[in-house]
């Protein structure tokens, strides 16, 4: 079998690199009829670009309405996706440096990564590369929103996106020479062997390769998809090439392959991609598509809730490019704030599961409405449905209601959606509501905290109970039927609190004889004076503090009185 470059030594060369981009690149452009046709580029022509010096000269800020656009309206440009790291930040226009970087940038200004997507676009002989840290002006306000608002037609009008994936500010360059075949803790992870096919057959010589993990996803667990910004990138760029060690990585609608010569259906790779499954399906019935984007989309805030920000308060600025991207594969529907109007009911079953909350994220926190995850101060946040990822799964058999109806809402930002603030005045952010309510009566007790979400007492009942088997008194999980977190605080004390019943699930069949019925509930308190004074209920705000589920052996026993409701104002 031939060997292919980066077969024959543990990390390829930056030529090896650059000669794979190329090949691929090629292939996908020039197959656009069959496997890519969904790979080309949608047109864009970002406000600010950088040449990149196909013509000899230095690298120099270029204005959008400058350059060459195709028939489509499109320039001809590639993409940088890199960390700006927590240190020194990286190279920056400014007003002050606009008018220099205009004419030339200067080569001993050019942090690596910087310096090493220009040398790939040049070598794909593309002119024009898209950086954010150069081709905004970082302190101009109006311009960082107004291009930011843009990011997902800038990233899919690409010709490709570079993803510098294992640099952890723009020092480190697009090829990083950290790592190995097996997170660099083992030597030479090749092997030759030999293989025959049948007693008559000649032997053959073979070189394996050793993976750690499935390469399938490996393109999304690197340094690169722990930063708040780069999802989006990630996600919005129709190719995208990962530089990784001990290879590259090239990922596009049609196919996902190696440098070492592995190559998989788009439709393979796509079962262990966050970044696919919030493309619709075509061919699928119209209500089984739009689930697929809804669960898509929960991956989604997962993941993105878990990774960190340079600047904390971007944490809502960096979600404006997919929460575009996803409203277009849904189709007609409303966003707000990180939730969507027609499965609000279910997009409020955010939990926190952080066990402290991130205190960087706190100021971010009073700023923002309660009901939005975004103002959640957890690292990690689950978005789920009946805590599914306990293996508690609800079956097809299984009876699902909405309790929670969405009445009216309103989100009024200063500037543009998402890149700009929320108004300062009290209504700026609110949703109204009407669900059943309870007041349900919570304990925290020290065996529940073990648990994460925990476990909590309610309604002052016994947490111990009879073992059939031993006859002794016993203290396990099940049946303790109440679990739950509070968004931004670890509750010590007993308290009753005020619920609204989002959701509830009842099982046709007798596999958990405690819990055929379960009911998903958010946890609120008045907000502000209110707390002391609630003569009119009707006319009260309230804030989310935290989510709970409870369970019930009898589907005719619940919780909450479906006919005992309230209108419910949240802020």
Known sequence: ??????????IPTPNENIAAIKSWLRDCRENKANIHVDCQPVPCTPRRLIHTGLDGTPPRLVHGRTVTVDSGGGADYATLSHCWGGGKLPLQTTRETLGQFSEAIPAELLP???SDALQIARELRIPHIWIDALCIVQDDNQE?????????SIYRGSQFTIAASQSKDSSGGCFSDRGGLWDGSSGNMFFRTTITCGPNEKSNDLIVRLY???IRGRAEHNILSTRGWTLQEQLLSTRLVSCMTPEILWSCQGVYQTQGGLHFPRQEAARFSLLHSTKAHNGLPRAEAEEIVRRGWWRLVNNYSGRRFTFP???VAAMAGTVRYVGEQLGDDDSILGLWKKSFARDLGWLRLSNEPDQKLL????SLPSWSWLACPGTAINAFDFWNDWGDTTAAEDT?????????WKVEWDGMPYTSTLKKHHAAAYVRVEAPVCEISITPFPDGDLSNPPYYQVFGESLTFPDDDSKKTTNIPIPWRCAGQFDSTKITDSGTYLCLLLRSRTRTEKVWADRRLAE????????GEQQQQQQDAAATKYKRIGLGLIYAQDPDAPTFDLERKMCVTLV
């Open 144 to 152: 960082w929103q107004a291009e930011a608002v843009r990011m997902d």
């Open 212 to 214: 750690k993990d499935d």
């Open 520 to 527: 998903m509930f958010l946890i609120v308190e008045p907000v």
């Open 363 to 366: 100021p971010l926190a009073d």
């Open 1 to 10: 079998m031939a060997l292919q470059p980066s077969w024959q030594t543990t």
């Open 400 to 408: 699902v209601r909405n309790h929670l109806e969405l009445l009216d």
């Open 112 to 114: 690596k990564t910087f």
């Open 313 to 315: 308060s971007d944490r």
